[in-house]
């Protein structure tokens, strides 16, 4: 493991790749390279800036965790790996003792439907290693102390304090959850030695059914967020006191503001909807007035306030404040800071250089830098500024040639009723202008996030390396645009919704970037919205591909005895009603735009795929669709991965999914294009 990995992956901060828009002879990038699970998954210095762990799957089959001694040379120890499952996410208590969870990589996503992650600790050099919190339903590993007493698998880890000056760190922030019937009841945090696996008491007297939690970097407990009834409440306890008090309360949907950040001064830090759009900003609330202070401290023009404060160590300042517009950048405070930025941005330019820092804005900070763009899914370097010191670290994922890679840009266009629309374009390397290209309009889940950022993303690259211009359309009802943009799809599943993609797809054409001939695809709401698709507007699609797709609004709305799903009572009564329409009130409404009631207006192929472990979308969705399509003659393709959920983990299933798709596009749009 030593340096071989670490340096000789990325050898120079440039790194030249064959230029495929020069020659058309290049053969296809391999699917496999698309899909592959990534060399590098997280990375992050400790305390000192003297250590960097990092999770990777090089030298093994298993995700493990890595740490390299920065002051002797560049030293490699494996911390942490199990022989039957990944380490995913992990933090640093201090210098001397690491925090992690697993989950079982080689098993589907269903996995997580039966286990918890469990917490283990482990010191730098890989000694001492403890589980603190059980996997629910699984043995402590072998390679561990058995004898170890660990807590149920019903703790979480909250919160790792930040470093504090003569503190020796050995304690993180857990919560013990109690469970309802049907969701989480309460959550009540605790502190837990890292070490010796012992827990003390907080005395906080939280409010009854108090879920969330804010602390300040210190650990000290200050927001208190509570769900019962439908209602939502914030509640605040700042330095000194003692008791709780209520800030706001309101109906699940529509909270006055969001928590964003406390500080250790006492300070809260909120967003919340600005404007005749609604954008959300972000401001200090104002204790007395019992509301945001305006005029905002931070706004992003054209995009909802989505990031947060950079702080180094306790009861530090804050550095800046880190924002995703249409891409992420950081706004520092910090003089220092805004010279490395400067520095980072000069040697590596036209990407997004996220720092993270020890010791930041001094003479001797220790800066890691996570690099990438559109078209690189990011490298790692380090640099030390006593020494004016450039190292190159790794590769996120391996054999990514950016050079062959399509560019991405977000586009704002005008809907049909005049409402500002949001496009993402995914234009494949040597893409030509006059030249339209058959097209995929890919429509993203949820249906209420944000769909695209500015970065690499493997479908969509995939799809464009085989040739087609992938549209994706923050259609109304996606969040990150404004609340009047989000708040305009309230109720209009397949309809204004499903015109916005439509609309998307227009656009393109009369630009001359798309062609006629164009597919729609999507998972989950995007699943949805493609059927939706070829019912309504069957003229502009040749073909469809959903995947874990949402097809019976009924169902979803109401639920059944005969399906698994994960659901619940507050979701059904107080949000699914208000977003998507009531079962009983808008039964005509829903009927017309259920993809199952109109199957037999799809009349376009259409590709399937389901997860049989899947309780956000049941198969059942898949099935009754499957058997409608059947009774009208017109049998879609159809797959279901075992043991997978909500999306595909199995790297083996998310190639063979892609494959799939490749084959059956190739089928329905380029076998119409002319040479």
Partial sequence: MAMLWLCGATGALAQAAPNAEASGALAPIPVERFFQRPAVLEAKLSPSGKLLALTTSKGGNRVGLVVVDLAEGGKATRAAGFSDADIVQFDWVGDKRLVFSVTDLEAGSGEDRRYAPGLYAADPDGGNLRQLVHRQGKPFFSNGNSRDRALEWNHTLLHVPLQQDGV???????????????????????????????????????????????????????????????????????????????????????????????????????????????????????????????????????????????????????????????????????????????????????????????????????????????????????????????????????????????????????????????????????????????????????????????????????????????????????????????????????????????????????????????????????????????????ELYRCGVAWVALTDPFLLLEGSWWVDDDSNSVTRKHMLPQLVGDADKDAAMLTANSPLAQAKQIKAPLLLAFGDADRRVPLAHGERLRDALRDAGRPPEWVVYANEAHGWRQTSNQIDFARRVEKFLGQHLLKAESP
Avoid at 213 to 241: C, I, N, V, Y
Avoid at 410 to 420: E, T, Y
Avoid at 499 to 518: E, F, I, R, T, Y
């Fill in 168 to 538: 020796t760190p050995e304690e993180v922030v857990i919560g013990k959850m109690t469970l309802g019937r049907e969701i989480i009841d309460s959550v009540v945090p605790m502190w837990l030695n890292v070490r010796t696996g012992r827990i003390r008491t907080i005395e906080l007297n939280p409010p009854a059914h108090t879920t969330g939690w804010m602390f300040d970097s210190k650990g000290e407990a200050r927001l208190a967020g509570t769900l019962h009834d439908g209602r939502l409440a914030m509640h605040w306890r700042g330095p000194g006191q003692t008791q709780w008090h209520q800030l706001a309360e309101s109906a699940v949907l529509s909270p006055p503001f969001t928590p964003s950040a406390v500080d250790d001064a006492g300070n809260l830090y909120v967003t919340f909807s600005d404007g005749p759009d609604g954008f959300k900003v972000l401001s200090r609330f104002d204790f007395d007035k019992g509301a945001p202070l305006t005029p905002p401290q931070v706004s992003t023009p054209g995009f909802d306030f989505s990031g947060g404060l950079v702080l180094d160590r306790a009861g530090s300042r804050a550095l800046g404040v880190r924002v995703d517009t249409d891409g992420e950048q950081t706004v520092w405070f910090d003089a220092g800071m805004k010279a490395m930025q400067a520095l980072a941005d000069e040697r590596l330019p036209g990407r997004v250089n996220r720092l993270s820092c020890r010791r930041c804005g001094a003479e001797d900070m220790v800066v890691l830098v996570r690099s990438y763009s559109d078209r690189d899914p990011g490298r790692l370097f380090l640099y030390e500024a006593a020494a004016k010191r450039w190292q190159a670290i790794s590769s996120v994922m391996d054999n990514i040639e950016p050079k062959r890679m399509a560019t991405l840009d977000l586009h704002r266009i005008k809907a049909r009723d005049g409402r500002d629309l949001p496009v993402w374009l995914t234009q494949p390397a040597g893409s030509q202008a006059g030249r339209p290209l058959p097209a995929v309009v890919l429509v993203h889940g949820g249906p209420w996030v944000r769909g695209g950022h500015w970065q690499w993303q493997a479908m969509e690259q995939f799809l464009a390396s085989r040739g087609y211009l992938v549209i994706s359309p923050e259609f109304r009802g996606s969040t990150g645009y404004g609340s009047a943009h989000y708040k305009a799809g309230w109720k209009q599943w397949g309809q204004a919704m499903q015109d916005d993609v439509a609309d998307a797809l227009l656009w393109a054409q009369k630009q001359g970037l798309a062609s006629d001939k164009a597919c729609i695809a999507g998972a989950s709401y995007g699943g949805y919205a493609t059927l939706m698709g070829l019912v309504r507007q069957p």
